[in-house]
């Protein structure tokens, strides 16, 4: 694991890594923005109330906001589906017919028997 580590780390590609963290907080933005300008008012308009972070508990005096850790789950959600749904969609233009599976030519009698006796003469140096 460590080995796998330091290869990861240290032969990486650094560009490759920086371009995809500015990439990825630039696609965020956008993501928030969806989220927040078009499917969070779609999802209000059909169900009347999205907006859960104004609920709250009283505990001994202690006011808990819960609603705003309940926001945040709504929220994740679907940011995580809407990225799903993108990566999809990403995926389905990449793809390339894959290439026709080249059938391996049927194995002779003879090949076959010295195969089976190489592997036996192996089992019998162990």
């Known amino acids: 694991m460590w080995k796998d580590f330091k290869e990861f780390a240290f032969k990486g590609n650094v560009l490759d ?11 965020g933005k956008i993501v ?12 209000a308009a059909l169900t ?16 808990i906001p819960y609603g705003l850790f ?4 709504i929220d994740f959600l679907i940011i ?16 390339k017919e894959e290439p026709a599976k080249e059938e391996t030519p049927a194995i002779d009698a003879k090949e076959q ?8 003469l192996k089992a019998e140096q162990k």
């Open 17 to 27: 890594l920086a371009i995809a963290v500015v990439i990825g907080g630039a696609f």
């Open 48 to 63: 009347g109330k999205v907006d859960v972070s104004g609920l709250h508990a009283v505990v001994v005096g202690a006011k």
């Open 70 to 73: 309940l926001q945040s789950i």
């Open 32 to 43: 928030s923005s969806l989220v927040e300008n078009i499917i969070t008012p779609l999802i």
């Open 113 to 120: 028997l010295l195969k089976e006796i190489r592997d036996l």
């Open 80 to 95: 995580a589906f809407s990225i799903f749904l993108f990566v999809r969609l990403l995926m389905k233009f990449k793809r």
